[in-house]
């Protein structure tokens, strides 16, 4: 049975940092693209980052480069995402998601709310 289970949300300040997990089972993670999304009510899902299988090359979106951090232990099975000095604009629900050819598996979502 295929499982993402992300953790490590919740309330900060801003300008303050959180780390975010997603631990998987049940498929052979290391072959996977991790990606982390996040959404916001009203608004579309959207791509804050991911990593590849091989090599373990690193893309982030516009609004969180030079902030967040993303990266995975293959031996853990678990991908991270370093979040610092973080916003109010950065509030969502962030997931994570797996993705291999055809094959894309989701997380049931972290919420983190940045407010003073």
């Known amino acids: 049975q295929v499982q993402l289970v992300e953790s490590g949300g919740g309330l900060v300040q801003p300008g303050g940092s959180l780390r975010l997990s997603c631990a998987a089972s049940g498929f052979t993670f290391r072959n996977f693209r991790m990606s982390w999304y996040r959404q916001v009510p009203g608004k579309e899902r959207e791509l804050v980052a991911f990593?590849?299988?091989?090599?373990?090359?690193?893309t982030y979106a516009a609004s969180v480069k030079g902030r967040f951090t993303i990266s995975r232990d293959n031996a853990k099975n678990t991908v991270y995402l370093q979040m610092n000095s973080l916003k109010p604009e950065d509030t969502a629900v962030y997931y994570c998601?797996?993705?291999?050819?055809?094959?894309?598996?989701w997380g049931q979502g972290t919420q983190v709310t940045v407010s003073s």
């Open positions: 998601k797996a993705t291999f050819a055809h094959l894309a598996y």
């Open positions: 990593i590849t299988s091989i090599g373990g090359t690193t």
